[in-house]
C-alpha cells in the first residue's frame, strides 16, 4: 500500500519476498489489512493492465486474498467494500463467483454508510472488470444513489456516468 501511495513499485526481487511471505501474513489479515493490500497492488504502476486473471495472479498473491476477502467481507465497512471493489476494477479483473457473491453481500450491508466516492468507484470498477451488479445489489445502490450523487464532486459525477453507461452495455 506505501509502495503504491508513493508511485513507486518495488524492485522484482522485493515483489517476490513479499509473495513468498504473504500467505501466511494474509491468512491473519483484518479487513482493513486485506483491502490495503488488495487497493496496494491494484495500485502499483504497471506498464500494461493485467487482461486476465492468470496475469494478475501472476503478479498478485490473488488467490490468498480472495480466500481473505471471503472470510473478512461479513466484517467490512463500506470503505473496506468499495476499495476492493476498486481494486478488482483497477486490476482489470472480476473477483471469482464467490468472492463477488460475498462483497455484495457486504456492500448490501453498508450501502447506508457509503459516501459519494464510495459509489462512484463501485460503479466505476464494475464497468471496469465487465459484470453488472446483482440485481439486489443494484436496487440497494440506486436507493443510495440520489442523496449520494447530490453530493458529489465533478470527477466522482463523471466517474458515475461512465460507470453507468458502460454497465447499460454490460450483459447480465
Excluded at 500467505?23 to 502499483?44: C, D, E, F, H, W
Excluded at 460475498?102 to 464494475?126: C, D, F, K
Excluded at 453488472?132 to 465533478?154: C, F, H, T
Amino acid at each position: 500500500w506505501a509502495y503504491s501511495k508513493f508511485g513507486l513499485r518495488p524492485i522484482p526481487e522485493t515483489l517476490d519476498a513479499l509473495k513468498q511471505v504473504a500467505p501466511g501474513l494474509i491468512r491473519k489479515m483484518s479487513p482493513q489489512q486485506v483491502s490495503n493490500t488488495l487497493y496496494g497492488y491494484a495500485s502499483l504502476s504497471r506498464t500494461a493492465t493485467d487482461d486476465t486473471r492468470d496475469t494478475a495472479m501472476s503478479k498478485v498473491p490473488l488467490a490468498e486474498l480472495e480466500e481473505a476477502i471471503k472470510r473478512v467481507a461479513p466484517d467490512m465497512n463500506s470503505q473496506n467494500v468499495a476499495n476492493t471493489i476498486w481494486a478488482y476494477g483497477t486490476l482489470g479483473v472480476p473477483p471469482s463467483p464467490h468472492v463477488i457473491d460475498e462483497l455484495e453481500a457486504a456492500l448490501r450491508r453498508v450501502v447506508t454508510e457509503m459516501i459519494p466516492q464510495h459509489l462512484s468507484n463501485i460503479i466505476w470498477a464494475y464497468s471496469k472488470f465487465g459484470l453488472r451488479p446483482m440485481p439486489e445489489s443494484l436496487d440497494a445502490l440506486k436507493q443510495v444513489a440520489p442523496g449520494l450523487i447530490r453530493k458529489m464532486k465533478p470527477q466522482e459525477v463523471s466517474n458515475t456516468l461512465y460507470g453507468y453507461a458502460s454497465l447499460s452495455r454490460t450483459a447480465t
